[in-house]
């Protein structure tokens, strides 16, 4: 295997992200199997992330980006370690007010948008407010304005297969903010996409991150899109390495 080429990136200097600390990984551990078929994937792995910053988390297939997406996420517990929001660790919660804080904290847009076909662009954008008992007149207001801003005014009665795939993609881009979370965990977003399409949603990401201050991480293959965002961060070994290091 060919060892992982860094990700060589300028880095947007900015200064409207602050340098509060409001996700922190700690020694977090994954491995799945036991005895001598143990794969160990995430190995004391650290992560600090800022308010409002973007970071770009890139390795070679099976490094286990997606595993670690999905705990960053609190979609799967780790084996052991820690998983703050502003001091509180995370997993100390039982399942049901994890659900709930993933449903209110936490948005998520993957490679493929996961979308409800037998719905509407403006149905499916407001799914994880209904989900939280809002009510609907206050999720189609605020689910309109994100439609608009992601350029789907006119298409928000359309269902899914009326859609392009750039357009059920940025669909799942609204649905993931619809709730204003503090995180945004992008898996691939762009990687179902042709590349013209695909610019244009990460283009989109990197402005709901500026206009609603999310604090965003995205697993990425894509360097000339790592390169843009404010850090670029490699998977290697169970361990995350910053690019900036590598070179």
């Not at 001598?36 to 286990?64: C, F, H, Q, W, Y």
């Not at 189609?140 to 608009?148: S, V």
């Not at 179902?192 to 206009?211: A, E, W």
């Amino acid at each position: 295997m060919h060892p992982q080429k860094p990700c060589v990136i300028n880095a947007r200097m900015r200064e409207d992200f602050t340098n509060h600390i409001d996700f922190s990984a700690k020694k977090l551990m994954k491995s799945y199997g036991h005895g001598p078929e143990k794969v160990v994937v995430l190995d004391n792995l650290d992560l600090d992330l800022r308010r409002g910053e973007m970071v770009a988390i890139t390795g070679v297939s099976g490094t286990g980006k997606s595993t670690l997406l999905h705990i960053l996420g609190t979609l799967d517990r780790p084996d052991a370690g820690s998983w703050t929001y502003r001091d509180e660790d995370i997993f100390k919660r039982d399942d049901f007010s994890l659900a709930n804080f993933r449903n209110k904290s936490i948005g998520f847009v993957f490679q493929f948008h996961h979308l409800l076909p037998e719905f509407s662009a403006l149905e499916n954008t407001i799914m994880p407010g209904l989900i939280a008992g809002i009510k609907k007149d206050e999720l189609y207001r605020d689910a309109r304005e994100l439609l608009g801003k992601v350029g789907l005014a006119h298409r928000v009665n359309h269902r899914v297969g009326e859609l392009s795939g750039g357009e059920q993609q940025r669909v799942a881009l609204a649905r993931s903010i619809i709730m204003k979370p503090a995180l945004l965990l992008a898996d691939e977003p762009t990687g179902n996409l042709d590349p013209k399409t695909g610019d244009k949603v990460f283009q989109l990401i990197r402005s709901m991150n500026t206009d609603f201050g999310l604090t965003t991480v995205m697993v990425t293959h894509n360097f000339d899109l790592a390169r843009q965002m404010d850090r670029c961060l490699t998977l290697r070994n169970g361990k995350l390495f910053d690019n900036n290091t590598l070179v």
